[in-house]
Nanobody, 116 residues
Framework: QVQLAVSGGGLVQSGGSLSLSCAAS????????MSWYRQGPGKERELLAT????????NVADDMKGRFTISRDNAKNTVHLQMSSLKPKDTAMYYC?????????WGRGTQVTVSD
């Protein structure tokens, strides 16, 4: 059974930092590209960052560059999103995604709320 268990969300003050983790199971984690998305209230789902299966390459959305960092540990089947300098507009539900050419898996998401 495929699972992407996301943890680390919560309430943080503007300017603060938060780290999200996604623990994967039920599939060969090291063969999947991993991504983080978010969806704010009334907004479409937004791609934040992607890391290749080996971790050799990452890509972060322009609005998040310098603030968000994606990393993975294939030995532990986990992917992380380190977020800093958070702003109220970063308030959203954050999701973990695993994908390859044939499959696409989603976690349930975790709420991140940034207060003024």
């Amino acid at each position: 059974q495929v699972q992407l268990a996301v943890s680390g969300g919560g309430l943080v003050q503007s300017g603060g930092s938060l780290s999200l983790s996604c623990a994967a199971s039920g599939f060969t984690f090291s063969r999947f590209t991993m991504s983080w998305y978010r969806q704010g209230p009334g907004k479409e789902r937004e791609l934040l960052a992607t890391i290749t299966s080996t971790g050799g390459s990452t890509n972060v959305a322009d609005d998040m560059k310098g603030r968000f960092t994606i990393s993975r540990d294939n030995a532990k089947n986990t992917v992380h999103l380190q977020m800093s300098s958070l702003k109220p507009k970063d308030t959203a539900m954050y999701y973990c995604n695993a994908s390859n050419a044939w499959l696409d898996y989603w976690g349930r998401g975790t709420q991140v709320t940034v207060s003024d």
